[in-house]
């Protein structure tokens, strides 16, 4: 393949880990499904115009099955296992492995610089120019501060390229802040303002770059946030169960608020719910074939219910989703009331996890499938002897013991 180069234990370390340019490297195994899959979007990748010379990235591939301590040495459990590095630090890629994705990863990585903004007007360009940005104002007109926050803000976006495309840019004036958010308070540290719809404040005494790297991580999502896979995935594994509100996109009216923003965002600012929950919404037609496994229809939506990213279960309370799309339908306000109280069921343990229906029974035997052949993979020789042998010889003595026995004698 152009553009992409061939890595060993010999020559990885000198390769990657010295360079200060970016490489992206897939981690495979020749007899893994996955990788086979992967390779030709590996080598539309491989043409990308990221991959060019100066600050460009580097793509690279090494075969586990050949350079086991490579592997080892960076953690690769599973195929294909992505991994990124700049500057010697080396990121785990977390997002879509699909070409687009890919691209769009690069271009962040390869720019990870955050634009310091000085006036209202910029501020508001800015979060107008897209809607996956987010301004970062940090109290005081400060430009010791401006220097020593660009590495913590830029090390943040290289850690998050992969799943977020969400870029912050810099605001260092409280005079800025007070004039946009007339709201935010003056003794806040810090604020982070998304899409010009949601605003957090820094709760903490002092700002240090641990501290701002972990806060601005906690925060870059809205309150409820438009799913897609990208997102999906990031939300899923911040540790808090999904809120998933599904509904069908093409009943929604241009220029008319969007079924359940409204509550949703309403539940979401609650502490209580926020500290265990995280908030979004997902078009169940375009995403029908995984919402099949959870048994809920497209005449049920809008329709509620709570899933668990890392477990693979979910949560549901039919009387209660019924309820809630009755409010969501007819413009009611208690849709919130009804919101919280089944998150309060499922906080507290009233309401019983279940596994999604056969395709997620499927799912987890096929998880358990791809688990033992990554293990197999991993053992050395004398294992997998002794797994591939010790049962065959079991099973052909049996045979032997049951079909090959001596033939009773007829006796007169």
């Avoid at 630090?89 to 000085?118: C, E, H, N, Q, W």
């Avoid at 899923?236 to 999904?242: E, Q, R, T």
């Avoid at 229809?297 to 279960?313: C, G, I, K, N, T």
């Avoid at 069921?345 to 791809?370: Q, T």
Wanted: with cysteine; hydrophobic share 40%; glycine share 8%.
């Amino acid at each position: 393949m152009k553009n992409v180069h061939q890595l060993t234990d010999n020559n990885f370390g000198q390769t990657v880990e010295a360079d200060s340019k970016a490489w992206f490297v897939m981690f495979y195994a020749p007899w893994c499904g996955h990788c086979k899959r992967l390779k030709p979007i590996w080598a539309n990748l491989s043409e990308h115009e990221g991959l060019a010379a100066g600050r460009g990235m580097n793509l690279g591939m090494l075969d586990c099955t050949t350079w086991k301590s490579t592997c080892d040495k960076h953690g690769v459990e599973g195929y294909p296992g992505l991994r990124y590095w700049l500057d010697g630090r080396m990121y785990d890629y977390k997002g879509v492995r699909a070409l687009g994705a890919f691209t769009s990863f690069i271009k962040r990585v390869v720019d990870p610089a955050t634009p310091k903004l000085k006036s209202k007007e910029e501020v508001k360009t800015y979060l107008e120019s897209s809607p996956e940005v987010a301004v970062l104002f940090i109290q005081g007109d400060d430009e010791k501060a401006a220097t020593e926050f660009d590495d913590v803000l830029s090390d943040v976006q290289l850690q998050t390229a992969s799943f977020s495309s969400l870029r912050f840019a810099e605001v260092y004036s409280n005079s800025v802040l007070q004039e946009y958010k007339s709201s935010s308070s003056s003794s806040s540290l810090a604020t982070v303002i998304v899409n010009d719809v949601s605003s957090y404040t820094y709760k903490g005494n002092e700002i240090t770059p641990s501290s701002l790297s972990n806060w601005i991580e906690d925060n870059r999502f809205l309150e409820v946030e438009e799913l897609d896979q990208s997102k999906f995935w990031a939300i899923g594994h911040k540790g808090k169960l999904m809120c998933i509100l599904l509904y069908d996109k093409e009943k929604e009216v241009a220029g008319q608020e969007a079924v359940g923003v409204k509550p949703l965002r309403e539940v979401a600012k609650q502490d209580k719910y926020r500290e265990s929950f995280v908030f979004g919404r997902l078009d169940g037609v375009y995403w029908a074939p995984w919402v099949k496994q959870f048994n809920i229809q497209r005449d049920q939506y809008p329709y509620l219910f709570v899933y668990d990213a890392v477990s693979e279960v979910y949560y549901s309370n039919e009387g209660l989703a019924a309820k809630i799309a009755d409010s969501l339908t007819k413009g009611s306000g208690d849709a919130a009331d009804h919101i919280g109280t089944f998150l309060t069921r499922v906080k507290n343990g009233d309401e019983p996890s279940r596994v999604s229906g056969f395709a997620g029974y499927l799912m987890i035997v096929k998880k358990m499938v791809f688990q033992s052949l990554d293990w197999f993979a991993a053992q050395g020789l004398p294992v997998q002897f002794g797994v591939l042998f010790v049962p065959t010889v079991l099973v052909a003595f049996v045979i032997k013991a049951c079909c090959c026995g001596r033939p009773a004698v007829k006796r007169d």
